[in-house]
């Protein structure tokens, strides 16, 4: 009898048939720019009217150890919104707007309707942080997956005037800090964040510590990455730079924004309540340097703007739907690390 390629663990019609499902889903998260979408070996947008010297911006990430968690609970609805948010949120920090959204998803064996699921949040996420869902890559291999287990990754490309570009070039003495509030451990640091709640302190994804305040391990682990796009579009031009903080915490992601060793960045740690899903990983006895080198401990955003514009920028920033803290600022550097906390 001859082989086919569905004998050799590729389903080709459970494909086609995901495809079918998603399109939907894609033609709710477009653009007026967008010419030819989902289906095609490619797609197609142009750039939005009104740019007189267009500058693209990329950015690109995946998902990380988190998918282990959505595959130990079987919830499936919110991976993809961390996905575009780990990357639009990056390109709105050079002041980008986001343009359109790829994604790329990889399992041993597809299963049509998880992988509608994950879309969905894709799809979710991209409407509200205003891009298109323009395509993507949908891969069955067998063998390199675990059976119920997948892979994630994705890229956003905005678009920025060249003369708004906020790469930090700006910063000066006396700049100050705004951060703003994250939904949780957001997309990083979960290898950490797993390895203390459920193997130190032994707790399982559907257990509820008081701590938690009604969630379970697993609601407080998948809550997923908050999108900024909007809220930093709402900005204009009132700031100077931005850091989103992803792998590297509070430590690694602030300094980013430097350009060069004449100014470093002062923090307060007390300026801000840190959700108790951190105080309870770190009860499995991570020390204070390693929770912020590993998680955004409550911030999701730094935000840094001129003394002068920062009750406006602020009051623009809640008008926008987003829980803003004056966390410290911007000071000369005088030896000493780029990024320093207060006691």
């Known amino acids: 009898m001859a082989i086919t390629y569905k004998d050799a663990g590729v389903d080709i019609e459970a494909g086609n048939r995901l495809v079918d499902r998603i399109k939907p889903l894609a033609r709710a998260a477009s653009r007026p720019e967008v010419l030819d979408g989902i289906g095609g070996f490619a797609g197609l947008c142009r750039l939005p009217a009104g740019y007189a010297d267009p500058v693209l911006v990329s950015g ?10 959505a595959f130990a609970t079987g919830r499936h609805d919110t991976i993809g919104i961390d996905l575009v948010a780990m990357c639009a949120n990056d390109v709105a920090v050079i002041g980008a707007e986001p343009l359109f959204f790829l994604d790329y998803f990889a399992a041993g064996r597809l299963d049509p309707a998880v992988a509608e699921q994950v879309v ?3 799809a979710t996420a991209c409407r509200a942080a205003g891009c298109a869902l323009l395509g993507g890559e949908t891969a069955e291999l067998p063998g390199m997956y675990a059976d119920g287990e997948y892979d994630l990754a994705g890229f956003c ?3 920025v005037e060249a003369d708004q570009i906020r790469d930090g070039r700006d910063l000066a003495e006396g700049d100050v800090l705004l951060g703003l509030a994250s939904d949780g451990v957001h997309s990083n640091g979960l290898s950490l964040a797993r390895r203390a709640l459920l193997d130190e302190l032994d707790l399982a994804l559907d257990a509820a510590p008081d701590i938690l305040g009604g969630d379970t391990v697993g609601d407080a ?3 997923p990455t908050r999108l900024y796009p909007r809220a930093m579009a709402a900005l204009g031009r009132r700031f100077k730079g931005a850091a989103h903080i992803t792998g590297g915490g509070l430590i690694e992601n602030p300094p980013r924004m430097l350009r060069d060793d004449r100014l470093s960045l002062h923090i307060d740690p ?3 309540p840190v ?3 951190f105080d309870l990983i770190a009860s499995a006895g991570i020390e204070p340097g390693e929770m912020r080198r590993t998680f955004n ?3 999701g955003m730094v935000i840094a703007v001129a003394a002068a514009d920062a009750d406006t920028a602020a009051a623009a920033l809640r008008a926008a739907g987003e829980t803003v803290f004056v966390i410290g600022g911007v000071r000369e550097r005088r030896g000493g690390p780029a990024i320093q906390f207060a006691s």
Do not use: F
């Open 270 to 272: 007390s300026a801000w």
């Open 221 to 223: 682990l998948l809550r």
């Open 275 to 277: 959700p108790p899903v």
């Open 60 to 69: 690109t990430d995946g998902v990380g150890t988190k998918l282990k968690v």
């Open 157 to 159: 490309v905005g678009v």
């Open 297 to 299: 401990m409550g911030i």
């Open 120 to 122: 969905a949040g894709i």
